[in-house]
């Protein structure tokens, strides 16, 4: 196809989603990433950082080198609508297709919670002092988060009385039974006692770590230090009259569209793409787009292509410390089981901190703080 003049592609949020959107779109549009934050946190090594601090200089990278072509503005924005985006101190920008991947949050120290890359850091330092301090842990939340924070204290600090308590009769419920029974039976042998099926009241607001006496299920638990970890929430798009889905994200139809919106898409945790949000879905709707919007760009309709399809089976890498942990591929119709082998393979042993500094333009061992 006969690419038409370069299009102006306007990408909202600097997360996992953005960034790898706008590196594949880089080459063949004048991209411009809008991102409040200072500086990208890689925060799926964030858990670990709890317990090894010396991460945290390299999983905060600055964002200078990630496009060639393209530019980063940092800001924030307020409205995004055909065309334009508003950001929070009045400026329009203007652009042919405009892509909302504004992600999720979550409560400290597991991702920023300002613009602060700094900020972001001492929470994480601070929980580290406190975590080396006490004698005992409770960590709140049976998902992903939860699961792996637990394993990885396990492994810094074998010994440490750790309970772990989720409202789920299952860890990582959505996910196959034999993932839940795999982690928590590796969670068992590092000595985590599990209280499942145990909802403890009055944590909704909770985002930092504390201490304090649980109540779950009638049972009282007492810690040293809580690690709430229940769930993120997805950061809407700021679009007017946009419908959301019974999950709180933004929903869209066929090829990735907010309802009523021509040229503009969305991507990643604050979408309803069908997909659950983990970076593992980003790897399939990211290159997805691109090659649609490569298409619209060169002329062609985006009712003429084809619509997105999430995973078959969800798939999740859950790693509990460098050496352990339990995964789902999407390689087969119901994903593909893998043990503590593999999931070190693919994740565990360096949490992809050597391939997103090598994304934007860092080098592994080099201090970007």
């Not at 909202?12 to 004048?30: F, H, S």
């Not at 200089?57 to 800001?75: E, F």
């Not at 990735?256 to 969305?266: N, S, T, Y």
């Not at 999931?343 to 949490?351: A, Y």
């Amino acid at each position: 196809m006969e690419m038409q003049p370069v299009k102006r592609v306007l990408i909202v949020g600097g997360g996992y989603a953005g960034t790898m959107l706008a590196r594949a779109l880089d080459e063949v549009a004048e991209v411009r990433l809008i991102e409040p934050r200072d500086r990208f946190v890689h925060n799926v090594a964030a858990i670990r950082a709890v317990v090894e601090p010396a991460l945290l200089d390299r999983l905060i990278i600055p964002y200078d080198r990630l496009l060639r072509r393209g530019s980063v503005i940092q800001g924030l924005a307020a409205d995004i609508s055909e065309g334009r985006v508003t950001l929070a101190d009045g400026t329009t920008i203007e652009a042919d297709i405009v892509v909302a991947a504004t992600g999720s949050t979550y409560g400290r120290p597991f991702k920023p919670q300002s613009a602060s890359g700094e900020i972001f850091a001492q929470d994480s330092r601070s929980a580290h002092e406190t975590l080396r301090a006490v004698r005992s842990v409770a960590i709140v939340g049976g998902g992903a988060v939860g699961v792996e924070l637990a394993g990885e204290i396990a492994a810094a600090y074998p010994g440490k009385p750790m309970t772990l308590l989720a409202s789920s009769p299952n860890l990582l419920p959505g996910y196959s039974g034999r993932l839940s029974a795999a982690l928590a039976e590796q969670l068992t042998a590092r000595g985590v006692t599990l209280r499942l099926g145990a909802r403890v009241e009055g944590l909704e607001a909770a985002d930092r770590p504390f201490a304090g006496v649980l109540t779950a299920a009638g049972r009282t638990v007492e810690a040293d230090l809580v690690f709430p970890a229940i769930g993120a929430r997805p950061v809407v798009p700021p679009i007017a009259h946009a419908k959301l889905s019974p999950s709180g994200r933004l929903g869209l139809d066929p090829w990735l569209r907010p309802a009523g919106l021509r040229h503009v898409f969305a991507l990643g945790d604050a979408a309803e793409t069908g997909d659950p949000m983990t970076i593992v879905a980003i790897t399939r709707q990211a290159p997805w787009l691109a090659k649609t919007l490569k298409a619209v760009m060169a002329g062609r309709a985006v009712e003429s292509l084809a619509a997105y399809t999430a995973w078959r089976a969800p798939a999740i890498l859950v790693p509990l410390g460098p050496k352990a942990g339990a995964s789902i591929l999407p390689v087969t119709r119901h994903g593909l089981a893998v043990g503590p082998c593999v999931t070190s393979t693919l994740k565990g042993r360096d949490l992809f901190v050597p391939r997103y500094r090598k994304t934007f333009g860092y080098g592994a061992a080099t201090d970007a703080r």
